[in-house]
C-alpha cells in the first residue's frame, strides 16, 4: 500500500516530530501561554498531518489535523491551555508513537484509537468553545492546496495565518509624495510563499528584483539584507510606485509556490486610505485581511527562527560505516605505500623519480587524513538527542513514584560517536530510573532533612583529555556502603575477610543479580539493570565510577574514549619491542641525560622547563627489567656526559598534569587501526588496545592513564611480574625463531615425496667415498643425508640451504634431541601412516620410457628418483659450502632411458664435457655436460665473474676446466654417495676428466669407454644449478654397467 | 559383550547417531588430549607472534589472524609448565568460546575422533592439572583426555564479568 523508500523516509522525519512534539509538550506544559511553544507545536502537527496523509495514514494523518485545528484555536486564544488538555494531547501523543510503532511492525492502523482520540479533541473543542463566547465568527475557507493534493477524509475548515501589511507613516507618506511623477501609481502589497518551499528568500528577492525593473521599490519589508540572510522568510511586503498598473505587478509575483499576493493601490493624501482591496490570490481564496501589529511581527520572526532547526540530511549511518570502513582501508594502504617507498628508497637510491613519489604519496596521506577526520566527524552527534529524550520519563516516573523530581541538562553539545549514543540510552534510562526511586528521597523526607522538597537530577557531558565524560547525578540519599557490602556478603561476591576499597565495594552493585532494593517495584528492584549499564559501557571501552556521600547524593561518572577506530600514534621501541602512544596524549619528545634525572620523595623526576615531571620507564611498565640502574644516574659518578648517554624520553598529558616514560628508541609517528584486546583476550592494564601495521605485525597500543595507574598503585606488584615476562618473552624468541626457519625451509619445498624407507643410521664411514686427495672436503664434512635432518619436509626437488654455520649445528642438536626424546611415533608415521594413506606423488614431469616402465615399478621408481635427488640437494650443500654462496641444484628433468635414446639427447653442439668414471662393487661411468655457452656462465657463475666479463677469450679455458672437473666431482660423489648409501657398495669415483667435444665425439667416447648396448638402461638427469636465481642447466648421464640399472635397483633397500 | 550390545546399538542407531560428539585429538606434554571439534574454527602452521606484556606465563603472545588479534595459549606450558618445542608438526588450533577467539600452541595434531556420549567418562584423575581435564575419551583402543576449555578462558578472563559458566564438571569417582 505504501511505497517503502517513502515508508523509511516517513519514518525517519516522524521520530523527530515525536520528540520535537515531546520536548514541546512538556515545554508547554510549564508554561501554558508561550505562543513560540503553542506554534511550534502547530507547526509539528501540520508537518505531521501531511506526512502522514502522503503515505496514506489516514487516520493518524486526520489525528494530526485535529491537533493542528486545536492549536489553531489555541493560537487564536479561543482555547486556553489546562491540565485536561495536556493530559489528552499527551495521549494523543502516545497514539502516534503506537501509530509510528505499528507502521514500523507492518500492522494496520489502530483506526479505533486514532479515532477516539479525534473524537476526544473535538469534545474537548467543543466544551471548551462552549464556555467561552467565541470573539470572532471563524470563517469556512477552503484549504490552501499544496503541490501534492493530499485528500483528507474530511475537509475541515481551516483559518489561514492572518496576514500583515505595511503601513506607511506619515512622514514616509510625504516622501513617497516627493519623488512620484504626476502619472505614477502607488501601491503597498505582499507576497506569501508556502512554508514549506524551499528557498523562499531567494524566491522573494526574485520577485523583487523583478519589481524593481519595472517600478521603483521604496519600502520593503524584511529588507534585502534580512532576506539574503534568512532563508526562511516566508513573506514579502513591499511600497513601490511606478507608471505600471496593479495587473503588471500581481504578474510579476505570479512565481511558483507563491501562494498568495495582495496588491493594492494607495492613494497618497494625508491619510493612507485603503483602496478597495482587489486581491489576486494564488490559489482559490478568499480572505479578510487584517491588520496585526508589531507583535506578529515579532512572533513570525521566532516562528521562522524555530522553524530553521538544522540543515541536516539523514543519512542512513549504514552508508556512513560502509565509508569509514573504506577510509580506513585507505589509511592502511597509504602506510603500506609508504613502506614500499622506503624500499625502494634503499635499493635504488635517490632520484627525482622516487622524490615525486614521496610528495605524491604525502599528499594522499594528508587527503586521507582529511577525509578521515571528516568522516569521523559525520558520525558524531551531540549528545543532547539523548539527553533531551528523558525528560518526558523523568516527568512520568517522578508522578508515579510520587517524588517530585527536576531535570537538568549541560553539555548537550558534546559530541559522541553514533553507536555509543544509540546504546546510551538504555544504560542511562537506567540510571536515572534508580536514582529518582532510590537515590531521590520522597517530599516531605527531603523537607525534614533540609533539602528542597524538589530533588535535582543532572544529565551532564564534557570532554576532557581523550575522553567524554557523562554524569548523572542526583542529591538523594546517597549508596548505603554498609547495605551494599552486606548483601554482596551474602550473594556470594566476596568473603568475610577481604578488605575492600570503597570503590570496590560500590562496584558490587553492577553485579549480576545485585539489587539492594527492598520493594521489586515495576520500575526497578529487579537486579538487572545494573550489569547491563556494565556491559554497554564495556562494549565500548569505557569505564564507570562511583561518587557517593551518604545524604547528599550519588553521582556515577560514566567515560568513554574518543579514540576513533584511526589514530596517529607516536611509537618507540624497547628492547627490540615495538609499543605505540596515541599521539593525542604526547605532549612532547625529548632527550635527556642521566645525570638530569633526580630524585623526589623516592620517585624519579626531571625538570622540565621549570616544571616537575615525574618519568617512568616504560621496559618496566612492560614487564621489562629496568635499565636505569645501568646507567649512572648520580652526578658524581657519571663523567661520560656525552651524547651517548643520551636516552629518549616521551612526555605525556593526562588531566593537565605531565607524565614522563622512558624508553630505548624512538621511531616516529605512524597513523593505525586500533584492534581490542579485550575481544579474545581481556584488557591488560596499560594497554588500550593493539593495532596492525601495514605489514600486518601487531603493535602493542598503550594507555597513558593505565600506565600511570600500574606506575603510581602498582608499581610493586608489576615489579614482581618481572619474571613471568621474561620468562614468556624468551619463549616467544625461541618460538619466532623457530617458526621463521621452518617457514624458510617450507617456502622451497616445492613438491612433497615421501621417504620409502626407514632412514638408515649407518654411520657414514661405511659406504664414504673414497676420494683423491683434491677434494678433502667431502671426507671432512661427513655429509649426512639431507633427509634426516629435516623430519616430514623430506627431499624433493629443490632445496636450498643457506650454508649457515649456526644452521648446521641446529641440524645437529635436532637430531640428537629427537633421538634422545625419541619420536617414534614420528618415524612410525612416516613408515606406515603416510605411505599407507597417501597416494605417493610422482613428480609430474619425471619422464619414463615406455619400455623401462614395464620393468621398473612405481616403487623402484621412487627409489631411484629419491637418490638422485637427495644426491643432488647433497652436492648443492657442499657447493655452497666451498664456495661460500648459495648453490642450488634442481633436477627438472629425470629419467631412465635406453641408450639408443642418447642420440636424441646430444644435440649437435659444442660441450664441456666431464667425465667420470667408478670402479669397485659398482662400475659405471658418469658424464656431466654443459653446451658451451652454458659451460662458461656456469664456471664463471661458479667463480663469481661477472657477467660482462664472460667471453671466451677473456677467461682462461684452463679456469673453466679445474671448474667444471671440480662441479662433476662433487656431484658425481654426491650422488654416487647416495647409490652408495642405499645399496651398500663400495664406490671408488676416479679423477675427472675434460673435454670439448661434439655430438659425434661425445657418442664416440662414451662408446669406447663403455661399449653400451643399444638398449641398455641409463639414468639421464637434466640438472639445474641454481645461483641467486641464475639457472645454468647442464646434463647428467649415468651408466651403470656393472650392476646394470636394473640390478642396480634392486639392490638399493 | 559387543556381540550383545551390536544387536542394540544397531536399531539404536538412530538415536545414538544424535549423541555423538566428535573430538580433535592432539598430543602434547607426552600425553594425548581431545577438543570439541564444534568449538574449532581452524588449525594452522605457527606463524610469528606478538608478545603481550604483563599476561599469564602461558600466554605465549598474539597473532594477527586475518586482522584479528588471537592469543596463542602454550598447552603444554599449561599442563607440564614447559614451553612448546617447534616441530614441522606443531600447530596452532584456533577455537572460539564464548564468542572470544583464542589459539592453543599444540605438539601435534592427530586425528578426528567421532564418540558417543557412553563413550566418554570421568574418572580418578592423577598427575595433571585436574581442572582442565573435563572426563576421558574412549574409543576402541585410543584414550585421550577432554580439554576442559572453557575453564581455560575463565581463567583469564576479566573480573569485571561474571558470566554462568558453561561446562559441566565432571563428576570423579572411583571406577
Not at chain 1, 531567494?202 to 529588507?223: E, G, H, Q
Not at chain 1, 628433468?893 to 641408450?899: A, D, G, M, Q
Not at chain 1, 659405471?924 to 656462465?937: R, V
Not at chain 2, 580439554?147 to 572411583?174: A, R
Given at each position: 500500500m505504501i511505497?517503502?523508500?517513502?515508508l523509511?523516509?516517513f519514518l525517519?522525519e516522524v521520530s523527530e516530530h515525536i520528540d520535537d512534539l515531546n520536548r514541546s509538550l512538556l515545554e508547554l506544559e510549564q508554561d501554558k501561554e508561550n505562543p513560540e511553544i503553542i506554534n511550534e507545536i502547530f507547526r509539528v502537527a501540520h508537518t505531521l498531518k501531511s506526512s502522514a496523509g502522503f503515505v496514506g495514514l489516514e487516520y493518524l494523518s486526520r489525528l494530526a489535523h485535529r491537533m493542528e485545528d486545536l492549536f489553531q484555536l489555541i493560537k487564536d486564544k479561543k482555547i486556553q491551555v489546562n491540565t485536561e488538555l495536556m493530559n489528552l494531547l499527551f495521549s494523543c501523543l502516545d497514539a502516534i508513537k503506537k501509530a509510528v510503532a505499528n507502521v514500523q511492525d507492518n500492522k494496520e492502523e489502530d483506526k479505533e484509537s486514532l479515532n477516539e482520540l479525534v473524537h476526544q479533541i473535538d469534545q474537548f473543542v467543543e466544551y471548551e468553545l462552549k464556555s467561552r463566547p467565541p470573539e470572532i465568527e471563524p470563517k469556512k475557507v477552503e484549504d490552501v492546496i499544496k503541490?501534492?493534493?493530499i485528500p483528507y477524509i474530511e475537509d475541515i475548515p481551516k483559518q489561514k495565518i492572518p496576514?500583515?501589511?505595511?503601513?506607511?507613516?506619515?512622514?514616509?507618506?510625504?516622501?513617497?509624495?516627493?519623488?512620484?511623477?504626476?502619472?505614477?501609481?502607488?501601491?503597498?502589497?505582499?507576497?506569501?510563499?508556502?512554508?514549506?518551499?524551499?528557498?523562499?528568500?531567494?524566491?522573494?528577492?526574485?520577485?523583487?528584483?523583478?519589481?524593481?525593473?519595472?517600478?521603483?521599490?521604496?519600502?520593503?519589508?524584511?529588507?534585502?539584507?534580512?532576506?539574503?540572510?534568512?532563508?526562511?522568510?516566508?513573506?514579502?511586503?513591499?511600497?513601490?510606485?511606478?507608471?505600471?498598473?496593479?495587473?503588471?505587478?500581481?504578474?510579476?509575483?505570479?512565481?511558483?509556490?507563491?501562494?498568495?499576493?495582495?496588491?493594492?493601490?494607495?492613494?497618497?493624501?494625508?491619510?493612507?486610505?485603503?483602496?478597495?482591496?482587489?486581491?489576486?490570490?494564488?490559489?482559490?481564496?478568499?480572505?479578510?485581511?487584517?491588520?496585526?501589529?508589531?507583535?506578529?511581527?515579532?512572533?513570525?520572526?521566532?516562528l521562522?527562527?524555530n522553524?530553521?532547526?538544522?540543515?541536516?540530511?539523514?543519512?542512513?549511518?549504514?552508508?556512513?560505516?560502509?565509508?569509514?570502513?573504506?577510509?580506513?582501508?585507505?589509511?592502511?594502504?597509504?602506510?603500506?605505500?609508504?613502506?614500499?617507498?622506503?624500499?625502494?628508497?634503499?635499493?635504488?637510491?635517490?632520484?627525482?623519480?622516487?622524490?615525486?613519489?614521496?610528495?605524491?604519496?604525502?599528499?594522499?596521506?594528508?587527503?586521507?587524513?582529511?577525509?578521515?577526520?571528516?568522516?569521523?566527524?559525520?558520525?558524531?552527534?551531540?549528545?543532547?538527542?539523548?539527553?533531551q529524550r528523558f525528560f518526558r520519563p523523568v516527568r512520568d516516573l517522578s508522578l508515579s513514584l510520587g517524588?517530585?523530581?527536576?531535570?537538568?541538562?549541560?553539555?548537550?553539545?558534546?559530541?559522541?560517536?553514533?553507536?555509543?549514543?544509540?546504546?546510551?540510552?538504555?544504560?542511562?534510562?537506567?540510571?536515572?530510573?534508580?536514582?529518582?526511586?532510590?537515590?531521590?528521597?520522597?517530599?516531605?523526607?527531603?523537607?525534614?532533612?533540609?533539602?528542597?522538597?524538589?530533588?535535582?537530577?543532572?544529565?551532564?557531558?564534557?570532554?576532557?583529555?581523550?575522553?567524554?565524560?557523562?554524569?548523572?547525578?542526583?542529591?538523594?540519599?546517597?549508596?548505603?556502603?554498609?547495605?551494599?557490602?552486606?548483601?554482596?556478603?551474602?550473594?556470594?561476591?566476596?568473603?568475610?575477610?577481604?578488605?575492600?576499597?570503597?570503590?570496590?565495594?560500590?562496584?558490587?552493585?553492577?553485579?549480576?543479580?545485585?539489587?539492594?532494593?527492598?520493594?521489586?517495584?515495576n520500575?526497578?528492584?529487579?537486579?538487572?539493570?545494573?550489569?547491563?549499564?556494565?556491559?554497554?559501557?564495556?562494549?565500548?571501552?569505557?569505564?564507570?565510577?562511583?561518587?557517593?556521600?551518604?545524604?547528599?547524593?550519588?553521582?556515577?561518572?560514566?567515560?568513554?574514549?574518543?579514540?576513533?577506530?584511526?589514530?596517529?600514534?607516536?611509537?618507540?621501541?624497547?628492547?627490540?619491542?615495538?609499543?605505540?602512544?596515541?599521539?593525542?596524549?604526547?605532549?612532547?619528545?625529548?632527550?635527556?641525560?642521566?645525570?638530569?634525572?633526580?630524585?623526589?620523595?623516592?620517585?624519579?623526576?626531571?625538570?622540565?622547563?621549570?616544571?616537575?615531571?615525574?618519568?617512568?620507564?616504560?621496559?618496566?611498565?612492560?614487564?621489562?627489567?629496568?635499565?636505569?640502574?645501568?646507567?649512572?644516574?648520580?652526578?658524581?659518578?657519571?663523567?661520560?656526559?656525552?651524547?651517548?648517554?643520551?636516552?629518549?624520553?616521551?612526555?605525556?598529558?593526562?588531566?593537565?598534569?605531565?607524565?614522563?616514560?622512558?624508553?630505548?628508541?624512538?621511531?616516529?609517528?605512524?597513523?593505525?587501526?586500533?584492534?581490542?584486546?579485550?575481544?579474545?583476550?581481556?584488557?591488560?592494564?596499560?594497554?588500550?588496545?593493539?593495532?596492525?601495521?601495514?605489514?600486518?605485525?601487531?603493535?602493542?597500543?598503550?594507555?597513558?592513564?593505565?600506565?600511570?595507574?600500574?606506575?603510581?598503585?602498582?608499581?610493586?606488584?608489576?615489579?614482581?611480574?618481572?619474571?613471568?615476562?621474561?620468562?614468556?618473552?624468551?619463549?616467544?624468541?625461541?618460538?619466532?625463531?623457530?617458526?621463521?626457519?621452518?617457514?624458510?625451509?617450507?617456502?622451497?619445498?616445492?613438491?612433497?615425496?615421501?621417504?620409502?624407507?626407514?632412514?638408515?643410521?649407518?654411520?657414514?664411514?661405511?659406504?664414504?667415498?673414497?676420494?683423491?686427495?683434491?677434494?678433502?672436503?667431502?671426507?671432512?664434512?661427513?655429509?649426512?643425508?639431507?633427509?634426516?635432518?629435516?623430519?616430514?619436509?623430506?627431499?624433493?626437488?629443490?632445496?636450498?640451504?643457506?650454508?649457515?654455520?649456526?644452521?648446521?649445528?641446529?641440524?645437529?642438536?635436532?637430531?640428537?634431541?629427537?633421538?634422545?626424546?625419541?619420536?617414534?611415533?614420528?618415524?612410525?608415521?612416516?613408515?606406515?601412516?603416510?605411505?599407507?594413506?597417501?597416494?605417493?606423488?610422482?613428480?609430474?614431469?619425471?619422464?619414463?620410457?615406455?619400455?623401462?616402465?614395464?620393468?621398473?615399478?612405481?616403487?623402484?621408481?621412487?627409489?631411484?628418483?629419491?637418490?638422485?635427488?637427495?644426491?643432488?640437494?647433497?652436492?648443492?650443500?657442499?657447493?655452497?659450502?666451498?664456495?661460500?654462496?648459495?648453490?642450488?641444484?634442481?633436477?627438472?628433468?629425470?629419467?631412465?632411458?635406453?641408450?639408443?635414446?642418447?642420440?636424441?639427447?646430444?644435440?649437435?653442439?659444442?660441450?664441456?664435457?666431464?667425465?667420470?668414471?667408478?670402479?669397485?662393487?659398482?662400475?659405471?661411468?658418469?658424464?656431466?655436460?654443459?653446451?658451451?655457452?652454458?659451460?662458461?656462465?656456469?664456471?664463471?657463475?661458479?667463480?663469481?665473474?661477472?657477467?660482462?666479463?664472460?667471453?671466451?677469450?677473456?677467461?682462461?679455458?684452463?679456469?673453466?676446466?679445474?671448474?667444471?672437473?671440480?662441479?662433476?666431482?662433487?656431484?658425481?660423489?654426491?650422488?654416487?654417495?647416495?647409490?652408495?648409501?642405499?645399496?651398500?657398495?663400495?664406490?671408488?669415483?676416479?679423477?675427472?676428466?675434460?673435454?670439448?667435444?661434439?655430438?659425434?665425439?661425445?657418442?664416440?667416447?662414451?662408446?669406447?669407454?663403455?661399449?653400451?648396448?643399444?638398449?641398455?638402461?641409463?639414468?639421464?638427469?637434466?640438472?639445474?644449478?641454481?645461483?641467486?636465481?641464475?639457472?645454468?642447466?647442464?646434463?647428467?648421464?649415468?651408466?651403470?654397467?656393472?650392476?646394470?640399472?636394473?640390478?642396480?635397483?634392486?639392490?638399493?633397500? | 559383550?559387543?556381540?550383545?550390545?551390536?544387536?542394540?546399538?544397531?536399531?539404536?542407531?538412530?538415536?545414538?547417531?544424535?549423541?555423538?560428539?566428535?573430538?580433535?585429538?592432539?598430543?602434547?606434554?607426552?600425553?594425548?588430549?581431545?577438543?570439541?571439534?564444534?568449538?574449532?574454527?581452524?588449525?594452522?602452521?605457527?606463524?610469528?607472534?606478538?608478545?603481550?606484556?604483563?599476561?599469564?606465563?602461558?600466554?605465549?603472545?598474539?597473532?594477527?589472524?586475518?586482522?584479528?588479534?588471537?592469543?596463542?595459549?602454550?598447552?603444554?606450558?599449561?599442563?607440564?609448565?614447559?614451553?612448546?618445542?617447534?616441530?614441522?608438526?606443531?600447530?596452532?588450533?584456533?577455537?572460539?568460546?564464548?564468542?572470544?577467539?583464542?589459539?592453543?600452541?599444540?605438539?601435534?595434531?592427530?586425528?578426528?575422533?567421532?564418540?558417543?556420549?557412553?563413550?566418554?567418562?570421568?574418572?580418578?584423575?592423577?598427575?595433571?592439572?585436574?581442572?582442565?581435564?573435563?572426563?576421558?575419551?574412549?574409543?576402541?583402543?585410543?584414550?585421550?583426555?577432554?580439554?576442559?576449555?572453557?575453564?581455560?578462558?575463565?581463567?583469564?578472563?576479566?573480573?569485571?564479568?561474571?558470566?554462568?559458566?558453561?561446562?559441566?564438571?565432571?563428576?570423579?569417582?572411583?571406577?
Amino acid at each position: 500500500m505504501i511505497d517503502e523508500k517513502y515508508l523509511e523516509l516517513f519514518l525517519d522525519e516522524v521520530s523527530e516530530h515525536i520528540d520535537d512534539l515531546n520536548r514541546s509538550l512538556l515545554e508547554l506544559e510549564q508554561d501554558k501561554e508561550n505562543p513560540e511553544i503553542i506554534n511550534e507545536i502547530f507547526r509539528v502537527a501540520h508537518t505531521l498531518k501531511s506526512s502522514a496523509g502522503f503515505v496514506g495514514l489516514e487516520y493518524l494523518s486526520r489525528l494530526a489535523h485535529r491537533m493542528e485545528d486545536l492549536f489553531q484555536l489555541i493560537k487564536d486564544k479561543k482555547i486556553q491551555v489546562n491540565t485536561e488538555l495536556m493530559n489528552l494531547l499527551f495521549s494523543c501523543l502516545d497514539a502516534i508513537k503506537k501509530a509510528v510503532a505499528n507502521v514500523q511492525d507492518n500492522k494496520e492502523e489502530d483506526k479505533e484509537s486514532l479515532n477516539e482520540l479525534v473524537h476526544q479533541i473535538d469534545q474537548f473543542v467543543e466544551y471548551e468553545l462552549k464556555s467561552r463566547p467565541p470573539e470572532i465568527e471563524p470563517k469556512k475557507v477552503e484549504d490552501v492546496i499544496k503541490k501534492e493534493e493530499i485528500p483528507y477524509i474530511e475537509d475541515i475548515p481551516k483559518q489561514k495565518i492572518p496576514q500583515f501589511e505595511l503601513e506607511l507613516s506619515e512622514e514616509e507618506s510625504q516622501q513617497l509624495l516627493k519623488l512620484i511623477a504626476p502619472q505614477d501609481h502607488v501601491y503597498v502589497g505582499h507576497v506569501f510563499i508556502d512554508p514549506d518551499a524551499s528557498m523562499k528568500n531567494l524566491r522573494l528577492l526574485l520577485i523583487y528584483n523583478r519589481l524593481a525593473r519595472i517600478a521603483s521599490v521604496f519600502k520593503l519589508d524584511p529588507t534585502i539584507d534580512q532576506l539574503e540572510k534568512n532563508s526562511n522568510i516566508d513573506r514579502l511586503n513591499f511600497v513601490v510606485y511606478g507608471n505600471i498598473s496593479k495587473e503588471q505587478i500581481v504578474r510579476l509575483c505570479q512565481i511558483d509556490l507563491v501562494e498568495e499576493i495582495s496588491v493594492k493601490e494607495v492613494e497618497l493624501k494625508k491619510s493612507l486610505v485603503v483602496d478597495a482591496a482587489s486581491k489576486i490570490p494564488e490559489k482559490a481564496l478568499t480572505q479578510q485581511t487584517v491588520t496585526v501589529q508589531k507583535k506578529q511581527e515579532k512572533e513570525f520572526q521566532d516562528l521562522s527562527e524555530n522553524i530553521i532547526k538544522s540543515r541536516n540530511i539523514k543519512v542512513d549511518s549504514r552508508k556512513i560505516d560502509y565509508i569509514i570502513n573504506n577510509v580506513g582501508e585507505l589509511v592502511i594502504t597509504n602506510s603500506g605505500l609508504q613502506k614500499i617507498y622506503e624500499d625502494l628508497l634503499e635499493e635504488y637510491g635517490e632520484s627525482q623519480i622516487i622524490s615525486d613519489l614521496r610528495s605524491k604519496i604525502d599528499q594522499a596521506i594528508r587527503i586521507a587524513r582529511e577525509l578521515q577526520s571528516g568522516v569521523m566527524k559525520m558520525r558524531m552527534m551531540p549528545i543532547g538527542i539523548v539527553f533531551q529524550r528523558f525528560f518526558r520519563p523523568v516527568r512520568d516516573l517522578s508522578l508515579s513514584l510520587g517524588k517530585k523530581v527536576e531535570l537538568k541538562i549541560y553539555g548537550e553539545d558534546t559530541e559522541l560517536d553514533k553507536n555509543i549514543i544509540d546504546s546510551l540510552n538504555d544504560p542511562l534510562m537506567h540510571l536515572i530510573r534508580n536514582a529518582i526511586d532510590h537515590g531521590i528521597e520522597p517530599p516531605e523526607e527531603r523537607l525534614k532533612k533540609g533539602k528542597p522538597e524538589v530533588g535535582t537530577l543532572i544529565l551532564r557531558s564534557y570532554q576532557s583529555g581523550n575522553h567524554i565524560f557523562i554524569e548523572v547525578q542526583d542529591d538523594g540519599r546517597g549508596l548505603d556502603k554498609e547495605k551494599i557490602y552486606k548483601k554482596a556478603l551474602s550473594l556470594g561476591f566476596v568473603k568475610e575477610q577481604e578488605n575492600l576499597t570503597e570503590q570496590e565495594i560500590y562496584e558490587f552493585i553492577f553485579y549480576p543479580g545485585f539489587s539492594t532494593a527492598t520493594q521489586v517495584s515495576n520500575v526497578s528492584g529487579r537486579g538487572v539493570g545494573m550489569n547491563v549499564v556494565k556491559e554497554v559501557i564495556n562494549e565500548f571501552k569505557g569505564s564507570i565510577k562511583i561518587q557517593t556521600e551518604p545524604d547528599k547524593g550519588t553521582t556515577f561518572v560514566l567515560m568513554f574514549p574518543l579514540t576513533l577506530a584511526i589514530i596517529s600514534t607516536i611509537h618507540v621501541k624497547i628492547e627490540n619491542e615495538e609499543y605505540a602512544f596515541p599521539l593525542s596524549d604526547v605532549v612532547e619528545t625529548i632527550r635527556i641525560l642521566p645525570s638530569q634525572i633526580t630524585k623526589l620523595q623516592g620517585k624519579n623526576i626531571i625538570n622540565l622547563r621549570k616544571e616537575i615531571v615525574p618519568i617512568y620507564e616504560l621496559s618496566v611498565l612492560m614487564g621489562l627489567p629496568s635499565k636505569l640502574n645501568d646507567i649512572h644516574i648520580s652526578d658524581e659518578e657519571s663523567n661520560d656526559d656525552n651524547i651517548k648517554n643520551e636516552f629518549p624520553v616521551v612526555i605525556t598529558s593526562v588531566a593537565n598534569k605531565k607524565i614522563g616514560f622512558i624508553v630505548e628508541e624512538m621511531i616516529g609517528k605512524k597513523e593505525i587501526v586500533i584492534k581490542s584486546l579485550d575481544q579474545n583476550y581481556k584488557n591488560i592494564p596499560g594497554l588500550i588496545g593493539a593495532c596492525l601495521l601495514g605489514d600486518g605485525s601487531i603493535v602493542m597500543v598503550l594507555d597513558v592513564n593505565g600506565l600511570i595507574e600500574i606506575a603510581t598503585k602498582n608499581y610493586e606488584e608489576q615489579i614482581s611480574l618481572t619474571k613471568t615476562n621474561e620468562e614468556v618473552r624468551k619463549a616467544i624468541q625461541n618460538y619466532n625463531k623457530k617458526v621463521v626457519e621452518l617457514t624458510r625451509i617450507a617456502k622451497h619445498t616445492k613438491k612433497k615425496v615421501t621417504l620409502s624407507k626407514k632412514i638408515s643410521d649407518t654411520p657414514l664411514e661405511k659406504t664414504i667415498v673414497e676420494t683423491k686427495k683434491e677434494i678433502p672436503t667431502i671426507q671432512q664434512l661427513q655429509i649426512e643425508p639431507v633427509i634426516e635432518i629435516i623430519p616430514s619436509y623430506t627431499t624433493t626437488t629443490t632445496t636450498s640451504i643457506e650454508v649457515n654455520k649456526d644452521v648446521l649445528i641446529e641440524f645437529e642438536k635436532d637430531k640428537e634431541r629427537r633421538k634422545e626424546i625419541g619420536l617414534k611415533v614420528y618415524e612410525d608415521e612416516v613408515n606406515n601412516h603416510v605411505i599407507a594413506k597417501e597416494n605417493i606423488e610422482i613428480p609430474a614431469f619425471v619422464g619414463k620410457s615406455t619400455d623401462i616402465k614395464s620393468i621398473l615399478s612405481e616403487k623402484d621408481y621412487e627409489k631411484l628418483y629419491s637418490i638422485v635427488n637427495s644426491g643432488m640437494v647433497n652436492a648443492g650443500l657442499v657447493l655452497s659450502q666451498l664456495l661460500g654462496v648459495t648453490i642450488d641444484i634442481s633436477v627438472p628433468e629425470f629419467k631412465t632411458i635406453e641408450y639408443r635414446d642418447i642420440k636424441d639427447i646430444i644435440k649437435d653442439v659444442t660441450y664441456y664435457n666431464v667425465f667420470l668414471e667408478t670402479t669397485g662393487e659398482f662400475e659405471s661411468l658418469l658424464t656431466l655436460f654443459f653446451d658451451e655457452e652454458m659451460g662458461i656462465n656456469t664456471a664463471s657463475e661458479l667463480m663469481g665473474i661477472p657477467i660482462e666479463q664472460r667471453s671466451k677469450d677473456k677467461i682462461d679455458m684452463e679456469d673453466i676446466k679445474s671448474v667444471l672437473n671440480e662441479l662433476t666431482n662433487i656431484v658425481g660423489s654426491s650422488l654416487l654417495n647416495e647409490i652408495a648409501n642405499k645399496s651398500g657398495m663400495a664406490i671408488k669415483p676416479s679423477v675427472p676428466e675434460f673435454y670439448i667435444v661434439n655430438k659425434n665425439e661425445l657418442i664416440r667416447l662414451i662408446e669406447n669407454k663403455k661399449h653400451p648396448h643399444s638398449d641398455e638402461k641409463i639414468i639421464y638427469i637434466s640438472a639445474d644449478f641454481l645461483r641467486d636465481e641464475t639457472e645454468l642447466l647442464g646434463k647428467l648421464l649415468l651408466l651403470p654397467s656393472k650392476p646394470n640399472l636394473i640390478q642396480l635397483i634392486e639392490r638399493l633397500k | 559383550m559387543k556381540e550383545t550390545n551390536q544387536i542394540q546399538l544397531d536399531s539404536e542407531f538412530q538415536e545414538n547417531q544424535a549423541k555423538e560428539i566428535q573430538f580433535l585429538v592432539f598430543e602434547s606434554a607426552n600425553n594425548i588430549y581431545g577438543i570439541d571439534i564444534l568449538k574449532i574454527t581452524e588449525i594452522l602452521k605457527p606463524v610469528p607472534a606478538t608478545r603481550l606484556p604483563n599476561a599469564e606465563n602461558f600466554v605465549l603472545g598474539v597473532i594477527n589472524l586475518r586482522g584479528n588479534i588471537v592469543p596463542v595459549l602454550d598447552i603444554k606450558k599449561i599442563l607440564k609448565n614447559e614451553y612448546t618445542d617447534l616441530t614441522n608438526f606443531t600447530r596452532i588450533v584456533v577455537c572460539n568460546i564464548y564468542n572470544k577467539n583464542l589459539g592453543l600452541l599444540v605438539e601435534r595434531v592427530l586425528e578426528v575422533v567421532t564418540l558417543r556420549e557412553d563413550q566418554i567418562e570421568g574418572g580418578e584423575i592423577k598427575n595433571f592439572s585436574e581442572n582442565y581435564i573435563q572426563g576421558i575419551g574412549r574409543s576402541k583402543d585410543k584414550l585421550f583426555l577432554i580439554f576442559n576449555l572453557p575453564l581455560l578462558v575463565e581463567q583469564y578472563k576479566s573480573k569485571d564479568n561474571l558470566k554462568e559458566l558453561n561446562y559441566t564438571e565432571m563428576e570423579v569417582y572411583d571406577r
